[in-house]
């Protein structure tokens, strides 16, 4: 099995396995941002202070502090991070969370004990600096005889690989396509490792206005900063594409090719998506009118952050803070359950790779305290993934009252084949360089709801964030459990779906239905 190393919800494996919105009572006194405009993330020079240091000093490491939203308190925190030997790198003012370094090793346990703070963490376990950009996962290039193939069996109106997307009929995308393609008025923010706007099939719908790199906690406008190097993922690229691939007779289409897609990059060049790059893009979307974020990862270097611990619980917070400040706003948050066959509603979850940037070990968590965040937060909808015959893939996690609604995803060929002209059960995207290939996971699930919400926002333009997703749900396919889920055909039940057709464990409320979106 190919599994990425880092926080993205994508693995590749040919011919093998590929690889909740819940309530989040375990934070009170949470600090609550005030609704209406908010302010522009302000910077500080708190200097460092060592006269705070009670240790030797340690590697630069990232913090989040998050405080109540005064302005008195947030003077007073300010003023604090550089007595206890921290520098203020940004602060989001409006939802009291504040990004710093630090290499004093006692500093989040300082800071937690200044008056007003809610909670304080580290991010990573190590240093600023960049280490290595290797072991970044390769989707499978598009070959030219499938490409002549495709273009070959190509009718109508189809863009010349679009015989290659089983995914599109999967959800009705093909004939939601034949009503509208969706409104110019509408942008999708695909938070990842960035996008790049140059390839034929994304430069047509790209809004460069939305776009921005949040690598380093605070908003980086220059002009391509979005854009993955030549050694950086193509991860969000892919994802860019599914979404809104211009039909332009070019390449492929999306699942909603008349609306903009956005690049809001918050992987750094080693591939992790840190909570203080992720809270920057919840808040950048919030603040720059992105109707929907497509969040195809999770939040490095905890798969599960658990309350109970001060650091993961800081984490938990502001990312919970940021996400919400963008609903508020008028965004849909929609991110990817995860593709290790995990059940998200059982009592016990063992997770063998936390941190991903230290000495990872096997630690038992208990979901219901420890949380895959973006994708298990308040109003955050989380989406599993299915193959071409529809079936939940066979990497995907599930769990009643978790998993929000399904999508295609993918998976082997081996699994579940799709119909000809078709011949990858894979999903087909964007790559960087102008050119298309397969992923697959719950990462390629993710922007097909994506896409169809941007269709049900094109369509109900003054819709709210609750509205879209209260259609999202309405409108779905409602889907069945597979009982007995046996994927691999080798006698033994392989997961368990509990619940009924509009509300079960592997396909929540059913099946993404794009042509229902712009219908009703």
């Not at 004093?104 to 300082?110: I, T, V």
């Not at 007003?116 to 280490?131: E, F, I, K, N, Q």
């Not at 990059?265 to 893009?281: L, Q, R, W």
């Not at 948050?333 to 509603?345: K, P, V």
Request: a negative charge.
């Amino acid at each position: 099995m190919a599994h990425l190393r880092t926080g993205r919800r994508t693995s590749l494996a040919v011919p093998a396995v590929l690889s909740l919105t819940a309530s989040l009572g375990f934070l009170p006194g949470a600090a609550t941002a005030a609704p209406g405009p908010a302010t522009a993330a302000t910077t500080a020079s708190a200097g460092a202070s060592a006269g705070a240091t009670s240790k030797g000093p340690g590697p630069d490491l990232s913090y989040l502090v998050n405080t109540r939203t005064d302005h008195r308190t947030l003077a007073s925190v300010r003023r604090e991070i550089g007595r206890n030997g921290g520098t203020l790198v940004v602060g989001y003012d409006r939802i009291g969370v504040l990004v710093a370094h630090s290499a004093n090793p006692d500093f989040a346990r300082l800071m937690r004990a200044v008056p007003g703070v809610a909670s304080a963490g580290v991010t990573r376990h190590t240093p600023l600096a960049a280490a290595s950009t290797a072991d970044m996962g390769t989707p499978q290039v598009l070959g030219g005889a499938q490409a002549a193939a495709a273009r070959a069996a190509a009718t109508g109106d189809q863009d010349p690989l679009e015989p290659l997307q089983w995914d599109l009929p999967a959800i009705k995308a093909d004939k939601a396509h034949e009503k509208t393609l969706g409104s110019r008025d509408v942008t999708v923010g695909v938070i990842d490792t960035g996008v790049d706007d140059t390839h034929p099939d994304i430069a047509p719908n790209f809004d460069r206005a939305a776009s921005v790199n949040c690598v380093s906690g605070k908003p980086d406008t220059a002009d391509g900063a979005w854009r993955p190097s030549a050694s950086e993922s193509p991860h969000g690229t892919h994802v860019a594409g599914e979404i809104a691939a211009a039909k332009n007779g070019v390449g492929m289409t999306g699942v909603a090719p008349g609306v903009k897609v956005a690049g809001i990059k918050v992987a750094n060049p080693d591939g992790y998506f840190y909570a203080e790059s992720v809270v920057c893009g919840f808040v950048w979307a919030a603040e720059h009118h992105v109707d929907v974020t497509n969040n195809s990862y999770f939040t490095d270097p905890w798969y599960f952050n658990c309350t109970t611990d001060p650091d993961q619980r800081a984490l938990v917070d502001a990312v919970d803070r940021a996400s919400r400040y963008a609903e508020r706003r008028g965004t849909v948050n929609i991110a990817a359950a995860g593709n290790e066959s995990y059940d998200l509603a059982a009592d016990s979850i063992t997770d063998p790779q936390s941190p991903n940037d230290g000495t990872a070990s096997d630690r038992v968590i208990d979901p219901r305290r420890c949380f895959d965040i973006p994708t298990q937060l308040p109003g955050v909808v989380t989406v599993s993934a299915t193959g071409a015959k529809g079936l939940k893939s066979s990497y995907s996690n599930y769990g009643r009252g978790v998993i929000d609604i399904a999508a295609p995803g993918g998976d082997s060929t081996v699994y579940q084949t799709p119909a000809p002209p078709a011949t990858s059960g894979l999903i087909l995207g964007t790559l960087p360089g102008g050119k298309w290939g397969y992923m697959a996971g719950t990462s390629m699930a993710t922007p097909h709801v994506a896409g169809v919400a941007a269709l049900i926002k094109s369509t109900h333009p003054h819709a709210s964030a609750a509205l879209i997703k209260a259609l999202l749900y309405a409108e779905a396919d409602a889907t069945p459990c597979t009982d007995p889920y046996d994927i691999n055909g080798d006698g033994k039940v392989d997961a368990v779906c509990q619940g009924p057709a509009n509300r079960n464990g592997f396909y929540g409320r059913g099946m993404a239905d794009a042509l229902a979106a712009v219908t009703y």
